[in-house]
Structures are given as C-alpha cells and as structure tokens.
C-alpha cells in the first residue's frame, strides 16, 4: 500500500487529479519537459485505455480529469515513466540548479534514488454528477486565466480547453462521459 493518504475507491471512474513536481519547481517551462507528458498521455491512452476529459499543464504542476481501467495504476505509470525522462532531460539539459534542489527536496525515505521528480500522491477526488464534472473542467481551464498567464483559457497551448471550443488540442480528449 502507498503512502498517500488519497485513496481510489472507484478506479475506473473519472476522477479530477493533480500530479505536482517536488517542491513547487518549475520543470515544465520548455516545450522538451511538456512533450513528455503529452506523449506518456498517448501512450496511456492507446496502452492503458486512459479517457482524458480534461487537462492543463502548468510550469510546475497538472491537473486532469481521467478515468482508465485502473486509474491508479495508470498514474502511478505516468508519474514512473515521465520521472525518468524529466531526469534524462534535466540531466542532458545540465539543468544543475533544478537537479540539485530535486536531491535535496527528496523524500527520506526514496533511498534507492537521487532524485524525486514527483510529490507523492495524486490527490484523486471521484466525479460523482455531471455537474461536477462541468465544474471541474471549468476549473482546470481556468487556471492559467487565474495565474495571469493568458485572457482566454483557449490561449493556453498545453491545455484541453480548445477541444472544448472546437478547435484541434495536443491530446485527444474525450467530451462525452
């Protein structure tokens, strides 16, 4: 049993989930990092039958709202798989700063690593009404409006948000649950 205290009871439901980097650090400011996420999401979707309803990704954290055959399981392989790129490409990038901070904010406990790429958990919460689902999307969506980012939630290249206004996003998402 892991260590979260966020529990899946219901793990081919959607659930609305954040995945954040190690201490707040801001991985995710190159397209490079941003690529690898989108291109774990492809091959969840087509490997794992991962439905993606919604998705923004920020500098340094993403929510989504998802469901899979075992959602769990298939987070657990995102943040695995995307770990070990986001290392490869900080590590060919000689991004020494965020490696450095990325040894030092490790857990105690990740012994058999140098670094922690992920905060432990995915912080799950069940879609239980399509107007949860509604409020969540928006959410999700708005976040980089929130930040100052961007006016517009379309403007947000690594976001859902344009499939919602019928134009073609980075990752097939499904509109329908």
């Not at 219901?10 to 490079?32: A, G, Q, S, Y």
């Not at 995102?78 to 965020?98: G, Y």
């Amino acid at each position: 049993m892991g260590r979260s205290r966020y529990k899946i009871y219901e793990p081919t439901h959607p659930h609305f989930l954040t995945c954040t980097i190690l201490n707040w650090l801001p991985v995710f400011t190159r397209k490079e990092s941003v690529e690898i996420l989108i291109q774990s999401f492809k091959h969840l979707q087509k490997e794992d039958n991962l439905k993606l309803y919604a998705y923004v990704i920020l500098e340094n954290h993403i929510h989504l709202l998802a469901s899979s055959d075992d959602i769990g399981k298939s987070m657990r392989s995102f943040k695995s798989c995307t770990a070990k790129e986001i290392l490869k490409l900080l590590q060919q990038e000689n991004a020494i700063t965020i490696l450095e901070q990325l040894a030092f904010y490790k857990k105690a406990h990740k012994t058999t690593a140098t670094y922690q790429i992920w905060q432990e958990g995915i912080q799950p919460k069940l879609m239980q009404t399509d107007a949860m689902m509604i409020s969540k999307i928006k959410y999700i969506h708005e976040n980089p409006v929130k930040r100052g980012y961007v006016d517009e939630a379309v403007h947000w290249r690594y976001s859902s948000a344009r499939d919602y206004e019928g134009m073609q996003g980075l990752i097939d998402v499904e509109r329908f649950w």
